[in-house]
């Protein structure tokens, strides 16, 4: 098949796949927000994430080679996949902002309620269920970067590969 129908053939598959995906991510937050009464915060990392991953994929698709390019007009898989890790990478970038182990001006602070010690059940339920952006500003960074994980598939190993060596150079100096 030529190169601009395998081209065509992978835009017309992102653009139903991103619609599917992204309903579905609409759906399950509206059900949640609706019955539940509760935003949930990681579903909107992970929908972000996705959508980063699909625009990601589309912008690449006419410098990708040949075999690449054939293989993605083959597979709805693989035009799935790179969003599903860019959804994964916006839910580990979250984790990374609650755990301040990514912190500045530039990144979202969080309202994260008391955790007692022991950890029990309900101290499970409440971050899960109580932990959210701490301003309205907050929130637009989390989607901003949640997006931009899922865009840039080098950013979050990147972050942990950093966080990992600074951990390991803190314990060798302590």
Known sequence: MPRDANILKVT?????MTGAVLLCVVLVFGVTLAFGKHFMVSWVCFGCG?????????QRLKRVR??????????????VLVPIYGGLFALILY???LSQIVTGALFPQFYVPAF????NTANAQAFFRDTFPA????LA??????????????????IIGKSGSDAGGAHDRG
Request: proline share 5%.
């Open 12 to 16: 017309r598959r992102l653009i139903l």
């Open 50 to 58: 996705l959508l980063g991953g699909f625009i990601s994929l589309q």
């Open 66 to 79: 040949d075999a690449e390019l054939e293989l993605l007009s083959r597979s709805w898989f693989q035009i």
């Open 95 to 97: 984790v990374a902002f």
């Open 116 to 119: 007692d010690w022991p950890p």
């Open 135 to 138: 301003s309205g500003a907050d």
């Open 141 to 158: 960074k989390l989607l901003f970067w949640s997006l931009i994980a899922g865009f840039s598939e080098r950013m979050v190993p990147q």
